[in-house]
């Protein structure tokens, strides 16, 4: 069982992967989930991520369930 966790932009030029999977139980949430990945990856701890979880915006807080996908976007900036 697991969750689908994918990277865009900036985030995914830092870990090097576009996509990887985390085990269920190591991702209940998206938080979690986030907090899976600056363990791997701790040059993401300079982000603030958006996320999403089933191609709907979500919270940090949000629950994450068996095969879900969930996608990190950093912070746009333009004008």
Known sequence: MSVRVRLFAAFREIAGVSALDLPAEQARTVGEAWGRL????????HHAPSAAVNATYAALNDAVRDGDEVAFLPPVSGG
């Open 38 to 45: 600056l363990a791997r990856y701790p040059d993401l701890n």
